[in-house]
């Protein structure tokens, strides 16, 4: 096949790709009927517009009749753009808010408002600006946003950003001060001052605040919540008396908090009809605490939790507060070690979706990562017992969606096979969840042409002798006499992992040939805490070693070209290809990083999350001293720039030129030392793209320059 069509066919590989629409959220109701046996589903999808380099977001639903344990599809709507990242049915199902952002007379400057529907019109709008109360409301981020309606549906609680004083220059004309208006001269020389944030994709944060807009009235109250404390994921209290709401800390100064679910927080009680408007401290000190969850008859509010501190990501805590009587339970522990598909512990990254309890209040589901895949679990909070809903190998990977009077919503994807809607309902045993009935909500999509399996791999270098896994896809070779050529992916963190399910680019180098190897190596989530903790001050080492042997297992499959093999990987991930590449000089044909750590020791000052230099390279942090000689020492020695001068392999580097995890300047470091070198690289670099290099224009353009670079390396 010539190049033209090589490219050809990686454009169109990615085009049919990126057309999957992908499930966001899905939520139950009852249709505004009494009858419970009929429900809606509605769900809410986004999907890639290569024509106009967006993502695009569309919204259907499904009318369903319940007989017993199944379920019946009665109709489904067409797909319909949703304009709005904000929106939220109040319990009854009666009413909907929706947060309206439109571009002002001057085109530039956006405003908000909040709309009230019912099913059959637009009942009331809002002029947020024009109150002045607070900023921009934030949207989604996974992090603090919320949108909630009270019980009684009168009120919204929502969360924005802080009012900012204005400022103007000192030499600004206008009214002078008094001699004695201080505060008049104090706000003049403030409009270049800095905002401290919360980093990577979070960097308009810089202080949120707690809203309630009164439906009734239309006033809107900002509530006081605790100085040095930014506030989020905020949900009203049993009877709307009071909000209860995660608080991070502030000081001494704010690190980057997307994917670092460590952060020390507290979970706050603020009682609104009390006269002091005091937040009562729920939680214990000196924990990381997220998704604040009440069961559905108010008796019980669950959350999770997990030390501060070390590894980023890290087995988690479920914590129970009996609401009455405000004593705190411990329902599940840290799990340590587990056998070979024993239960490894809770390991998540979004946490839990807003309804996840059974309606006695007893049982709490939600999704966690258990080795190489992800299940849905069940907890019996008096018994604390957890139990595997899910444990089919070939359905791959599954997701929690919403619970609703024991109806389970949630999606399944495998390797090979996009995520689909699934529902099921919850068994009267609880002994019997492993056996529930799950229905998708339309045919069942078949599998894609290839094969994937995960693989066990087992090396004992005196350090830990746990076992890890693989993931492999292998094309259909129609041609037995024909090997395919391997790329190596690593998963970046390095304290995540590659669930067995749908990845685009893993499905599209698959699909053009490639037989590709997703190594989960030791210090990724879903194994147990000893696993995640077992990496740092191992890095460049331990993981890498993981890799080669995890190469050398599966290049004992005849029908993979041991001659021809590629590296590719991405943030820590594209560290581990850096050190490969540079520790392994004549093995890789060519390589492809996308926003690589190449060299912790000149990160330190730069990136929005220091500590993680620090504890990564098996050092303490300090966050009043990061630069003592000891930390650059360490942080050098385990960087793969120390490598530089082995390295002979033709290198791709992809750079998101917004990127506040992995500067951009670490991918340029590394470009100028090959280039000084002769080795054969290239750099691309993405305007108003961050960390993931999401965006559409980006994440398509990427593809094919790597499917292009390695054919032409062979």
């Given at each position: 096949?010539?190049?033209?069509?090589?490219?050809?066919?990686a454009?169109e590989t990615?085009?049919?790709?990126?057309?999957?629409?992908?499930?966001?959220t899905?939520?139950?109701s009852?249709n505004?009927?009494?009858?419970k046996?009929?429900l809606?589903v509605n769900s809410?999808?986004?999907?890639s517009?290569l024509?106009?380099?967006?993502?695009?977001?569309?919204c259907?639903?499904?009318t369903m009749?319940?007989?017993?344990?199944?379920?019946?599809?009665?109709?489904a709507?067409?797909?319909?753009?949703?304009?709005?990242d904000?929106w939220?049915?109040?319990p009854?199902g009666?009413l909907?808010?929706?947060v309206?952002?439109?571009?002002?007379k001057?085109?530039?400057?956006?405003?908000?408002f909040?709309?009230?529907?019912?099913?059959?019109?637009?009942l009331?709008?809002f002029?947020?600006?024009?109150?002045e109360?607070h900023?921009?409301?934030?949207?989604p981020?996974?992090?603090?946003d919320s949108f909630?309606w009270?019980h009684?549906?009168?009120?919204l609680?929502?969360?924005?950003e802080?009012?900012?004083?204005?400022?103007?220059?000192y030499?600004?004309p206008?009214?002078?001060?008094?001699?004695d208006?201080t505060?008049?001269i104090?706000?003049?020389?403030?409009?270049?001052l800095?905002e401290?944030?919360?980093?990577?994709?979070l960097t308009?944060?810089?202080?949120?605040?707690?809203?309630v807009?009164?439906?009734?009235?239309?006033d809107i109250?900002?509530?006081?919540?605790p100085?040095?404390?930014?506030?989020?994921?905020?949900?009203w209290?049993?009877?709307?008396?009071?909000?209860?709401?995660?608080?991070?800390d502030?000081e001494?100064?704010?690190l980057?908090?997307?994917y670092?679910?460590?952060?020390?927080?507290?979970?706050y009680?603020l009682?609104?009809?009390?006269?002091?408007f005091?937040s009562?401290?729920?939680s214990?000190e000196d924990?990381?605490v997220s998704?604040p969850?009440?069961?559905?008859?108010?008796?019980?509010?669950?959350y999770l939790?997990n030390?501060?501190g070390?590894p980023?990501?890290q087995c988690?805590?479920?914590?129970?507060l009996?609401?009455?009587i405000?004593?705190?339970?411990?329902?599940?522990?840290?799990?340590?070690?587990?056998?070979s598909d024993?239960f490894?512990?809770?390991f998540c990254f979004?946490?839990?979706?807003?309804?996840c309890?059974s309606?006695?209040?007893?049982l709490?589901i939600m999704?966690s990562?258990?080795?190489s895949r992800?299940?849905?679990?069940v907890i019996?909070?008096?018994?604390?017992?957890?139990r595997?809903m899910?444990n089919?190998?070939?359905?791959?990977?599954?997701?929690?969606?919403?619970?609703?009077?024991?109806?389970?919503?949630?999606?399944?994807a495998?390797?090979?096979?996009?995520?689909?809607?699934?529902?099921g309902?919850?068994?009267?045993?609880?002994k019997g969840?492993?056996?529930i009935k799950?229905?998708?909500?339309?045919?069942e999509?078949?599998?894609l042409?290839f094969?994937?399996?995960i693989?066990?791999h087992n090396r004992?270098?005196g350090?830990s002798?746990q076992?890890?896994?693989?993931?492999?896809?292998s094309?259909?070779m129609?041609?037995?006499s024909?090997?395919?050529p391997l790329?190596?992916?690593?998963?970046?963190?390095?304290?995540?992992?590659f669930?067995?399910?749908?990845?685009l680019y893993?499905?599209?180098l698959c699909k053009l040939?490639?037989?590709v190897?997703?190594?989960?190596?030791?210090g990724?989530?879903?194994?147990?805490?000893?696993?995640?903790?077992s990496l740092p001050?191992?890095?460049?080492t331990m993981?890498?070693?993981?890799?080669?042997?995890?190469?050398?297992?599966?290049?004992?499959?005849t029908l993979?070209?041991g001659?021809t093999?590629?590296?590719?990987?991405g943030?820590?991930g594209?560290?581990?290809t850096?050190?490969?590449?540079?520790?392994q000089?004549?093995f890789?044909?060519?390589?492809?990083?996308?926003?690589p750590v190449?060299?912790?020791?000149s990160?330190?000052?730069l990136?929005d999350?220091?500590?993680w230099?620090?504890?990564?390279?098996?050092?303490?942090?300090?966050?009043?001293?990061?630069t003592?000689?000891?930390l650059y020492s360490?942080?050098?020695?385990h960087?793969?720039?120390k490598?530089i001068?082995k390295?002979k392999t033709?290198t791709?580097?992809m750079?998101?030129a917004e990127?506040?995890r992995?500067?951009?300047?670490?991918?340029?470091e590394?470009?100028?030392?090959?280039?000084?070198r002769?080795?054969?690289?290239?750099?691309?670099?993405?305007?108003?793209n961050?960390?993931?290099?999401?965006?559409?224009?980006a994440?398509s353009d990427?593809?094919?320059?790597?499917c292009?670079?390695?054919?032409s390396?062979?």
């Amino acid at each position: 096949m010539s190049k033209l069509k090589k490219m050809n066919a990686a454009i169109e590989t990615y085009r049919t790709l990126a057309s999957i629409p992908i499930i966001s959220t899905a939520t139950l109701s009852n249709n505004n009927t009494n009858d419970k046996k009929v429900l809606v589903v509605n769900s809410d999808w986004t999907q890639s517009d290569l024509e106009r380099f967006v993502k695009i977001r569309f919204c259907k639903s499904y009318t369903m009749k319940r007989t017993g344990a199944s379920f019946e599809v009665l109709s489904a709507t067409s797909p319909t753009t949703v304009e709005t990242d904000i929106w939220k049915d109040s319990p009854s199902g009666d009413l909907k808010a929706v947060v309206r952002s439109v571009k002002g007379k001057d085109q530039e400057k956006e405003k908000q408002f909040i709309e009230v529907w019912t099913k059959t019109g637009k009942l009331k709008n809002f002029d947020i600006e024009a109150q002045e109360k607070h900023g921009k409301i934030y949207d989604p981020d996974g992090q603090f946003d919320s949108f909630q309606w009270s019980h009684d549906e009168q009120k919204l609680l929502y969360v924005a950003e802080m009012k900012k004083e204005k400022s103007e220059s000192y030499f600004s004309p206008g009214k002078k001060a008094k001699k004695d208006d201080t505060d008049a001269i104090l706000t003049k020389g403030d409009q270049f001052l800095y905002e401290d944030n919360w980093g990577e994709q979070l960097t308009t944060r810089v202080q949120p605040v707690l809203c309630v807009l009164d439906i009734e009235t239309g006033d809107i109250t900002v509530l006081e919540t605790p100085d040095n404390v930014s506030p989020g994921q905020a949900i009203w209290a049993p009877d709307d008396v009071g909000v209860v709401f995660v608080g991070w800390d502030n000081e001494p100064y704010k690190l980057g908090l997307i994917y670092c679910p460590i952060r020390r927080s507290r979970i706050y009680y603020l009682d609104m009809h009390s006269e002091s408007f005091k937040s009562d401290v729920l939680s214990t000190e000196d924990r990381a605490v997220s998704c604040p969850r009440f069961s559905p008859d108010g008796s019980k509010l669950i959350y999770l939790a997990n030390n501060t501190g070390g590894p980023h990501v890290q087995c988690r805590q479920l914590y129970m507060l009996k609401w009455d009587i405000r004593e705190t339970v411990l329902v599940q522990d840290f799990v340590n070690n587990s056998g070979s598909d024993d239960f490894p512990g809770l390991f998540c990254f979004v946490g839990l979706p807003h309804r996840c309890w059974s309606s006695d209040s007893r049982l709490l589901i939600m999704s966690s990562f258990w080795r190489s895949r992800k299940e849905l679990l069940v907890i019996d909070t008096e018994e604390k017992v957890v139990r595997r809903m899910t444990n089919d190998l070939k359905k791959g990977s599954w997701e929690l969606l919403d619970v609703k009077d024991d109806i389970i919503l949630a999606s399944n994807a495998s390797p090979n096979t996009p995520n689909q809607l699934v529902i099921g309902k919850l068994p009267t045993q609880v002994k019997g969840v492993s056996s529930i009935k799950w229905q998708y909500l339309e045919s069942e999509t078949p599998p894609l042409d290839f094969k994937w399996k995960i693989v066990k791999h087992n090396r004992n270098d005196g350090v830990s002798n746990q076992e890890y896994e693989s993931i492999v896809l292998s094309p259909n070779m129609k041609d037995t006499s024909t090997k395919s050529p391997l790329v190596v992916y690593s998963h970046g963190g390095p304290h995540s992992l590659f669930p067995a399910g749908f990845m685009l680019y893993p499905v599209g180098l698959c699909k053009l040939g490639y037989t590709v190897l997703l190594v989960n190596y030791r210090g990724s989530l879903g194994f147990g805490q000893d696993f995640v903790y077992s990496l740092p001050g191992n890095i460049g080492t331990m993981d890498v070693e993981d890799i080669q042997f995890a190469i050398h297992d599966i290049l004992e499959d005849t029908l993979i070209d041991g001659e021809t093999v590629y590296a590719i990987g991405g943030s820590h991930g594209g560290f581990l290809t850096a050190h490969l590449i540079g520790q392994q000089p004549d093995f890789f044909k060519a390589a492809a990083m996308r926003n690589p750590v190449i060299n912790i020791a000149s990160m330190l000052g730069l990136t929005d999350i220091p500590d993680w230099c620090a504890v990564e390279v098996g050092q303490a942090f300090d966050a009043k001293n990061v630069t003592t000689p000891s930390l650059y020492s360490a942080t050098y020695s385990h960087s793969p720039i120390k490598y530089i001068d082995k390295v002979k392999t033709p290198t791709l580097i992809m750079l998101g030129a917004e990127d506040h995890r992995v500067p951009p300047s670490q991918g340029k470091e590394y470009w100028r030392a090959l280039k000084a070198r002769h080795i054969p690289v290239r750099l691309l670099e993405y305007p108003d793209n961050c960390h993931p290099l999401s965006k559409v224009e980006a994440e398509s353009d990427c593809f094919v320059n790597i499917c292009k670079w390695f054919q032409s390396h062979i």
